[in-house]
């Protein structure tokens, strides 16, 4: 096997070896027995087959394969392969206030804007602020320290009635509270990346619906102070962003006062709410039916909920204001 090997040109080594050597084989003189007699002894030459001439290539040969069709959904739709999320961009439309006329665009990284839906992440993000807001500062007091006398109010036995210590006792009117509450923090942990995905997920939410909506400017009403809530009634009534339509939240960088003052009042309360961009959550962003908020503030978001995200990913690193 070992001379067969050595004698085959190196070329056809690792390209129809076992063919080769079986047509050099082919190619030496054999003797064959004939059927007649035993003394006669004929000579055969076998010439190689056609097909073994070319199997001499420079190159070695590949088995050819067929292309296999693509799994499909359970949907019967084509399976697609995913795209990498951080080559991608956001485009949002910049709108003039209080006009809502488009003036430009401006595109921000998929990983701000372009978040799958994570309710887990959104429920864990609103449960840590409501534990962040209960004040906790119920308090009842403890027979221990209620003001009064320690006498026992009457005898043990004889009187047919149950016993009966103090006055304090929690059985009677004006007596302490058995397990009642105490002062106490109601806060829960949450992690800080967990709290800044949960933040842009709830942004690219908005964004998916169609429901952010990008002033280029200030959230600010140029009108006479006696006539602020009734512009901004108008307002949304055109815009279709009244109570019909769901609440509005108008989310700016520092205080309007024209804005602010404008949809004070219970009435306007039910149409619309102004935050400053420090005082709004998750919450805030998921419980109104559209987001109005400055680029300005959106932008400060962004930069202060991407912990979560690598250096080279942030937006400070990829996009310059």
């Known amino acids: 096997m070992a001379s067969a090997r050595t004698s085959a040109p190196a070329k056809q080594l690792f390209s129809g070896f076992r063919l080769s050597q079986r047509v050099q084989q082919q190619q030496k003189p054999c003797l064959a027995r004939s059927m007649a007699t035993t003394t006669s002894t004929t000579t055969t030459t076998f010439e190689p087959p056609a097909a073994a001439a070319t199997i001499t290539t420079d190159a070695p040969q590949t088995p050819t394969t067929t292309a296999r069709p ?102 009677l009117e004006g007596g302490g509270v058995a397990f009642g509450p105490k002062p106490r923090d109601f806060s829960t942990e949450l992690p800080r990346k967990i709290y800044d995905q949960a933040w842009r997920t709830a942004l690219s939410y ?56 404008s949809l004070e009042g219970e009435k306007m309360g039910r149409h619309a709410r102004a935050l400053e961009v420090d005082f709004v959550d998750v919450k805030d962003m998921l419980e109104m039916g559209r987001v109005v908020i400055e680029r300005d503030a959106l932008e ?17 690193h990829q996009w310059s204001f």
């Open 206 to 261: 908005r964004y998916r619906k169609g429901e952010l909506i990008l002033v280029d400017g200030e959230l600010d009403l140029d009108v006479a102070d006696g006539a602020l809530q009734r512009y901004m009634r108008d307002l949304l009534t055109w815009q279709n962003m009244g109570n019909g339509g769901g609440r509005t939240l108008f989310v700016t960088s520092e205080r309007r006062d024209n804005l602010f003052d």
């Open 70 to 171: 693509r799994p499909k959904r359970a949907n019967g739709v084509n399976f697609q392969p995913s795209k990498n999320p951080f080559l991608t961009t956001a485009q949002c439309t910049l709108h003039d206030f209080p006009s809502f006329e488009p003036t430009s665009f401006v595109s921000y990284p998929s990983t701000h804007l372009l978040l799958p839906l994570r309710k887990d992440i959104l429920h864990r993000a609103v449960i840590y602020e409501g534990d962040m807001t209960r004040q906790g500062t119920a308090s009842t007091k403890w027979r221990s320290e209620v003001h009064g006398s320690n006498r026992k109010i009457r005898p043990q036995k004889g009187t047919g009635s149950a016993r009966l210590g103090n006055k304090k006792s929690p059985m």
């Open 300 to 316: 400060e978001l962004f930069l202060e909920h991407e912990s979560d995200l690598s250096r080279s990913l942030t937006l400070a």
